[in-house]
């Protein structure tokens, strides 16, 4: 049986009923055969959303790995290839910019062709990077292939999020976020561990086998265990991809799962065949409803990985630690990181549901029947409202795909960030972006200045207690970096979740943007830190870099401000 859909780029086109056929669903698309009243916004269960988002967490621990395992080894590669350590640090600066051009590439690939697709080419690039890298014999070798590395490792991160947004709403995504950068962080605490403990024991080496026998195994995981989730492709998760490689293990999935559904058949008729939009970052970078919210998060990243890279060489001048020791006062950072993102996928989903029951006790409307995003994979179905009441659009998704879509009617649900855009593979999916009059920005950026401001503080206590190390007992700094990483990957995963909601349908395109900019800015900023660290001094250069934030939470408050105003017109 085929439901209904609603082709939203037809001409007054009518809405499908949102109850579905009566017949029941065929036998084994759930494990209770009783018919639903809505279709769910996703098929997979709860133990199956798990399992999705420990998958793409564990791959997105692969860029930390690849680069905070790196640095306790930076004075043993100047010492082992006979060149500066500034010579060594082009690397990481190399490194990064691939870490920003990279998900700009693989993004796009995996809103198009598919989540699957792009996991597996990362991962056989990264791979190979790693092989290379453990033979490496002079120092260009190292430099070429530590890009390479860097491109196949970094795009996890934004077809992570990609994955994310396609199995959940925004009323939960936040706390779904927070676990996805919590895995996303681990290697930041027990990397440099790791890397220093290897490279103190067994040479640096070691470190790039490691990652390489790592990403082997995962990558045999990967394509046995994640199903495709990209909603273009499978919808809900009902729909069959046509390739081989997206149709397993979805079956598998669509056979066990304990959500109630309905088999979805594709149209019979030729579908619009969606092309690869490589330039499609760099609209989402520079359009008025995202540039500020990613400058502002650039900049106070850049800040965090200055540190973060001069780390090293500054304990070791300072206190005299070895590569085991080094690798060990990266513990704090790594572990407020962890600790951080945690705490705020939990506060962003309660800062959620608070706006959202205020803007709804003002509507006069119960949060349920407001929310469309609802899930009702595991909760009883919602009531929906007349069909045929108009809803004004949102040109933002049109301008920012180059296609010119005429409005259609659709169900006015009163949710606060729909669109009348819709795909016709899922009656189902997410509002393209945030609308009309809900205040996302209150529901998401509110905490923001006080964690901003955290940051700054955390980062002159770092500088200058670093600057009077003769005077000042080494855990200060430690303790200090640890409330850098819980700020700086607090404001990061807000800001990403902030991303997704208004480009959900794309997430890895919007991830991939946030991901140039502040690559970009962290590779020019890791080129850098030390030269100006040895011309003004290590107080003075940190507070410098304060006085950088300081001008660039300007952005920040310029989307609280206007972000929902933009994204009406």
């Known amino acids: 049986m085929t439901p209904k859909t609603n082709n939203s780029g037809s001409e007054n086109s009518e809405v499908a009923p949102m109850t579905p056929p009566p017949e029941p669903p065929p036998s084994g698309t759930g494990t209770d055969n009783a018919e639903p009243e809505t279709e769910p916004y996703t098929i997979f269960d709860k133990?199956?959303?798990?399992?999705?988002?420990?998958?793409?967490?564990?791959?997105?621990?692969?860029?930390?790995?690849?680069?905070?395992?790196?640095?306790?080894?930076?004075?043993?590669?100047?010492?082992?290839?006979?060149v500066s350590i500034d010579l060594i640090n082009l690397t990481v600066t190399s490194y990064l910019l691939f870490q920003g051009l990279a998900p700009s590439l693989w993004g796009p690939i995996s809103d198009v062709?598919?989540?699957?697709?792009?996991?597996?080419?990362?991962?056989?690039?990264?791979?190979?990077?790693?092989?290379?890298?453990?033979?490496?014999?002079?120092?260009?070798?190292?430099?070429?292939?530590?890009?390479l590395q860097s491109t196949g490792s970094a795009s996890t991160i934004a077809i992570g999020s990609g994955v994310i947004g396609d199995i959940t709403t925004r009323a939960d995504r936040g706390g779904v976020m927070g676990v996805f950068q919590a895995g996303l962080l681990v290697p930041v605490a027990v990397a440099p561990v790791i890397g220093g403990a290897l490279a103190g024991t067994l040479g640096w080496r070691s470190i790039f086998w490691c990652l390489a026998i790592y990403s082997g195994v995962f990558l045999v995981f990967l394509v046995l265990l994640l199903p495709e989730t990209?909603?273009?492709?499978?919808?809900?998760?009902?729909?069959?991809?046509k390739s081989i490689l997206g149709r397993y293990p979805l079956r598998f999935y669509q056979a066990r799962t304990r959500t109630k559904w309905v088999r979805q058949e594709r149209p019979r008729k030729k579908e619009e065949k969606k092309s690869v939009d490589l330039m499609g970052p760099l609209r989402i970078l520079f359009s008025k409803q995202a540039a500020p919210m990613m400058l502002y998060t650039a900049v106070y990243y850049t800040v965090w990985q200055m540190t973060i890279t001069a780390m090293s060489t500054l304990f070791e001048e300072k206190y005299g630690l070895d590569d085991t020791q080094i690798g060990l006062t990266f513990i704090g950072n790594g572990v407020g990181s962890i600790i951080g993102t945690l705490v705020t996928g939990?506060?962003?989903?309660?800062?959620y549901r608070r706006v959202m029951d205020q803007w709804n006790a003002e509507k006069g409307q119960s949060s349920l029947a407001s929310d469309p995003e609802t899930d009702t994979t595991e909760s009883s179905p919602t009531k929906r409202e007349k069909v045929g009441e108009s809803n004004p659009g949102n040109n933002l998704h049109r301008r920012l795909s180059g296609r010119r879509?005429?409005?259609?009617?659709?169900?006015?649900?009163?949710?606060?960030?729909?669109?009348?855009?819709?795909?016709a593979e899922s009656r189902t999916t997410e509002p393209k972006t945030t609308g009309t009059s809900f205040p996302l920005e209150k529901a998401r950026l509110s905490r923001l200045p006080y964690i901003s401001l955290l940051q700054c503080l955390s980062i002159l206590l770092f500088g200058w207690s670093l600057n009077y190390s003769s005077h000042i007992h080494i855990s200060v700094p430690i303790i200090s970096t640890f409330i850098t990483g819980w700020t700086a990957v607090s404001t990061l995963s807000t800001a990403t979740t902030y991303l997704v909601d208004i480009f959900h349908d794309k997430s890895a395109a919007a991830g991939a943007s946030l991901n140039l900019v502040r690559c970009l800015?962290?590779?020019?900023?890791?080129?850098?830190?030390?030269?100006?660290?040895?011309?003004?001094?290590?107080?003075?250069?940190?507070?410098?870099?304060?006085?950088?934030?300081?001008?660039?939470?300007?952005?920040?408050?310029?989307?609280?401000?206007?972000?929902?105003?933009?994204?009406?017109?």
């Open 346 to 351: 939990k506060i962003l989903n309660v800062d």
């Open 230 to 241: 990209l909603r273009s492709v499978v919808g809900n998760g009902s729909l069959v991809p």
């Open 47 to 82: 133990r199956q959303k798990v399992l999705i988002v420990v998958i793409s967490s564990i791959a997105a621990t692969f860029s930390g790995f690849a680069g905070n395992s790196y640095f306790p080894a930076l004075p043993a590669l100047a010492e082992d290839f006979n």
């Open 405 to 423: 879509d005429s409005t259609t009617e659709r169900p006015n649900t009163g949710d606060p960030c729909s669109s009348p855009e819709q795909s």
């Open 521 to 569: 800015l962290a590779a020019a900023g890791a080129s850098f830190v030390m030269p100006l660290i040895t011309n003004i001094g290590v107080g003075w250069a940190f507070t410098a870099f304060v006085g950088l934030q300081g001008v660039a939470v300007g952005g920040l408050f310029v989307q609280m401000r206007c972000g929902g105003r933009w994204r009406e017109t």
């Open 113 to 147: 062709k598919g989540r699957r697709v792009a996991y597996c080419f990362t991962f056989i690039v990264f791979l190979g990077a790693c092989i290379g890298l453990a033979l490496a014999n002079n120092y260009a070798t190292l430099l070429v292939l530590r890009c």
